[in-house]
C-alpha cells in the first residue's frame, strides 16, 4: 500500500460527500414537483407524457396499488427485451449481422436487465446487435434505475408522512427522475466519456490491418450513452464482454475515476433527500455515516490484500502486489476501490476480474453483496434496503431500553419488523439454496473452472451476484448453460421483486401511522451509539447467513495460499 493509493481513496470518499447535499437538495425538489432549473425545458415534456398516457399527476396511490403498477411496468419492460432479442436478426441497426439470441439466455438477460442486475451470460459485442444494445439494454438501465430510486421514495414518504393512505404516484416518480435527474446528467456524461475517447457511433465494426498483415475486426457502436446510464443508474451492464476493462469502455484512469463517482452519487444522495423528507438532515448524515463505515472497512481490507499479495506469490519471487487480472493503466488501488464500489452499490461493472483477486480480496466483494448490497447500493435500493436493517436495529434498541421503538416519529411495530426480516431472509434462501444444487447437480458442477474453495466460491459468487441484483462475476464459471440460465433468472427475479414487495408494505404502514413528538426516553438516531448499532446489526445479521459459506470458500483459499504463514 502507498501513500499516493490512500490518497485516491481518500480523494473519492471526500468527493461522494461533497455531492451529496447539493444532489440531494435537487432530488428532493425534484419528486416533491418544486420548479428546478430545468423546468422552463421539461415540464411542458412532463405535462405532454401525463396527458398522453392518461395519468393524472396529482392523484397519488395507495402502497399496494404503487407496487402493481411497478410490477405490471416489469411486465412490459420483460416482453420488450425478450422480443428484440428473439427478432434480433429481422430487426435494422445490425451491422455485424447478429442471429436471433437463444431462448434461455434471452430470458436469462430480459430478467437480468428489468431487475437491475445486468448479469450477463454473453459477450455483447459478439451477439447483440446496436438495436438491441440501445432498445432493449440502455433504455431499460433508465427505467430500472428510475423505479429503484421511485421505491425508495415511496418509503421515504411512509417515514415523512402521518395518517396517510397513499405513498406516491409510481407513473409521476419514474417520469420524474428520468427526465430531470437521469437523462440530464447522462447527456452531459456521455459527452465526456467521448472525449476521454469512447465510441459512440451507428456505423460498422472497423476492420483493421495489424503491422504482421493480418486483418482484425474492432468492434465499435453506441458505447458512451450505455456506459453513461449503465454507471449512475448502477446497472453495470457492459457494451463488451471485458465490461469497464475494455478500453472502449474505460480508456482512461480519469474515466476510471469518474465512473466510480458515478456509481456512489445518486445513491449517497438519496440519503439526504431521507433527512430533508423527515425534516432533519442529520438523519440521512447518520444512515450515511454507517454506510461509509462499512465502505472504508471494505476498500482497506481489500487494497491491502491485493497490495501484499500471498506467500505463495512471494515464494515465486512475485513482489509488487496482486497485478493478475487488472489493468496496468489502472493498477491496484484503482482497481481495488472500483471492486470494492460496484459490490458496495449494485452496479456490477468491473475494471479487473474479480476471479483473479486473492481470497481474502475476492472475499470483500463477496460480503458487500451478501449484506444485500445497503452500502450506497444502487440507486434507491441501497437506501430502502439500508432502513430495513434500521427498523431492526431500532427494535433491537427498543427491546434493550424495554421501550416501543421509535424512529423519525414513527413506532416501530410488528408488522414492520416482519416485513423487515422477510425482505432481508429471501436473499439468503436464494444464494444458499442454489449454490447448494450448483455445487451437487453434474450439469452445473460441469461449468466450473477450478476444482476446491475456489470452484465453490465461483458459484457462490454467481448466485449471489444475481440474488443480490449485482451482476458482476467469478468469471471462471460459465453462466451461458440452461441450467444456470434458469436459475440465475429465478434468483435475479426474487432478489429485486421479493425485497420490493415487503418494503412497500412497510412505507404503507408507516404513512398511515401518527406522528409522535421525540420524548425523554426516544433514542436518538443521528449520533455515534446509532451509527454503531446499525453496523453491528448489519454485520450480525449479515454474518449469521454468509459465514458459514465463506468459511468453505475464500478463507479456506486463503489459509491455503499464505499456509507458509501459519507455521
Known amino acids: 500500500m502507498t501513500v499516493i493509493g490512500w490518497l485516491q481513496i481518500i480523494l473519492f470518499c471526500t468527493i461522494i460527500v461533497a455531492l451529496t447535499k447539493p444532489l440531494g437538495w435537487y432530488m428532493t425538489r425534484v419528486f416533491g414537483g418544486e420548479r428546478t432549473f430545468l423546468s422552463p425545458v421539461l415540464r411542458p415534456i412532463e405535462a405532454g407524457i401525463y396527458w398522453f398516457s392518461g395519468v393524472d399527476e396529482k392523484r397519488e396511490q395507495h402502497w399496494l396499488t404503487y407496487t402493481v403498477a411497478m410490477l405490471l411496468f416489469h411486465v412490459g419492460g420483460f416482453l420488450i427485451i425478450y422480443g428484440v432479442m428473439r427478432l434480433q436478426a429481422v430487426l435494422p441497426f445490425n451491422p455485424a449481422g447478429q442471429g436471433a439470441v437463444a431462448e434461455d439466455l434471452s430470458f436469462n438477460t430480459a430478467v437480468s436487465f428489468i431487475t437491475n442486475t445486468n448479469w450477463q451470460n454473453y459477450g455483447g459485442e459478439s451477439t447483440l446487435s446496436y438495436l438491441v444494445q440501445m432498445l432493449g439494454l440502455t433504455h431499460q438501465n433508465f427505467l430500472s434505475a428510475a423505479t429503484g430510486i421511485a421505491l425508495a421514495m415511496a418509503l421515504i414518504r411512509g417515514f415523512s408522512r402521518a395518517s396517510m393512505r397513499t405513498v406516491g404516484n409510481f407513473w409521476v416518480d419514474v417520469t420524474r427522475c428520468t427526465l430531470y435527474v437521469l437523462l440530464p446528467i447522462c447527456v452531459v456524461y456521455a459527452l465526456f466519456l467521448v472525449w476521454q475517447g469512447m465510441p459512440q457511433t451507428l456505423g460498422p465494426y472497423i476492420e483493421a490491418t495489424t503491422l504482421e498483415g493480418a486483418k482484425q475486426t474492432i468492434a465499435v457502436g453506441p458505447v458512451a450513452s450505455q456506459v453513461a446510464i449503465k454507471m449512475l443508474g448502477t446497472n ?49 448524515w447518520a444512515i450515511l455515516s454507517v454506510m461509509g463505515v462499512l465502505f472504508v472497512a471494505g476498500v482497506a481490507i481489500t487494497y491491502w490484500a491485493e497490495a501484499n499479495g500471498t506467500s505463495t506469490m512471494h515464494a515465486l519471487g512475485l513482489t509488487g502486489g496482486n497485478m493478475e487480472g487488472k489493468e496496468v493503466r489502472f493498477g491496484i488501488v484503482a482497481s481495488s476501490l472500483f471492486a470494492v464500489v460496484t459490490t458496495a452499490a449494485s452496479c456490477g461493472a468491473v475494471n479487473a476480474m474479480h476471479d483473479s483477486f486473492t481470497a481474502l480480496g475476492g472475499m470483500i466483494p463477496l460480503i458487500n453483496m451478501q449484506l444485500g448490497e445497503i452500502i450506497i447500493g444502487g440507486v434507491g435500493a441501497g437506501l430502502y434496503g439500508m432502513l430495513l436493517f434500521v427498523v431492526l436495529a431500532i427494535f433491537v434498541a ?89 436459475t440465475l433468472a429465478s434468483a435475479m427475479f426474487v ?46 445479521i449479515g454474518g449469521l447467513t454468509f459465514f458459514p459459506a465463506l468459511a468453505l470458500g475464500p478463507i479456506v483459499e486463503h489459509l491455503a495460499m499464505n499456509a507458509g504463514n501459519l507455521f
Open 398 to 486: 427498543g427491546l434493550m431500553v424495554g421501550r416501543t421503538p421509535e424512529y423519525v416519529g414513527k413506532k416501530i411495530e410488528a408488522r414492520e419488523v416482519k416485513m423487515a426480516m422477510l425482505a432481508i431472509l429471501v436473499l439468503p434462501l436464494m444464494y444458499l439454496g442454489w449454490t447448494a444444487v450448483g455445487v451437487v447437480y453434474p450439469a452445473a458442477v460441469a461449468s466450473m473452472a477450478n476444482a476446491g474453495p475456489h470452484g465453490f466460491t465461483e458459484v457462490l459468487y454467481a448466485f449471489t451476484s444475481a440474488t443480490g441484483n449485482n451482476g458482476s462475476a467469478f468469471a471462471g464459471l460459465t453462466g451461458n448453460t440452461l441450467f444456470y440460465n434458469l
Open 495 to 540: 432478489g429485486r421483486f421479493f425485497m420490493i414487495v415487503p418494503a412497500m408494505a412497510i412505507a404503507g404502514s408507516l404513512a398511515a401511522k401518527k406522528s409522535i413528538p421525540p420524548s425523554a426516553g426516544t433514542f436518538p438516531t443521528t449520533g455515534g451509539l446509532f451509527v454503531g448499532l446499525v453496523v453491528g446489526v448489519v454485520l450480525i
Open 236 to 284: 453495470g451492464g457492459g457494451f463488451f464482454n471485458a465490461n469497464a476493462a475494455h478500453p472502449f469502455e474505460n480508456p482512461t484512469a480519469l474515466s476510471n475515476f469518474v465512473q466510480m463517482l458515478s456509481i456512489f452519487a445518486l445513491g449517497a444522495a438519496m440519503t439526504n433527500v431521507f433527512g430533508r423528507m423527515v425534516g432533519n438532515q442529520r438523519q440521512g
